[in-house]
Nanobody, 113 residues
Framework: QVQLVESGGGLVQPGGSLRLSCVAS????????IDWFRQAPGKQRELVATVMSGGATIYAESVKGRFTISRDNAKNTLYLQMKNLKPDDTAVYCC???????WGQGTQVTVSS
């Protein structure tokens, strides 16, 4: 059974930082591209960043220069380092493996003073 478990969310002030993690089990993690998505209340789900199996990365324009996606295949773990957070970054962040279509439950990120 495949599981994706996110952690690292929380409440942070504007300008602050957080690092999200997503631990995968039951799947050969290194074979797949993996995404971070986010969804804010009343808004459509948004693709934040993707890391390919070979390590190449893609970012949404809204997070370029502030967020960094990375992976540790030995630990079956995906990361999202978020800096200079803004209130518009408030959302539930989920990891996603698009090939087989697996989703995590998500972790809440709230950016507020």
């Amino acid at each position: 059974q495949v599981q994706l478990v996110e952690s690292g969310g929380g409440l942070v002030q504007p300008g602050g930082s957080l690092r999200l993690s997503c631990v995968a089990s039951g799947i050969t993690f290194g074979l797949y591209s993996i995404d971070w998505f986010r969804q804010a209340p009343g808004k459509q789900r948004e693709l934040v960043a993707t890391v390919m199996s070979g390590g190449a990365t893609i970012y949404a324009e809204s997070v370029k220069g502030r967020f960094t996606i990375s992976r540790d295949n030995a630990k079956n773990t995906l990361y999202l380092q978020m800096k200079n957070l803004k209130p518009d970054d408030t959302a539930v962040y989920c990891c996603h493996i698009p090939g087989p279509g697996y989703w995590g439950q998500g972790t809440q990120v709230t950016v507020s003073s």
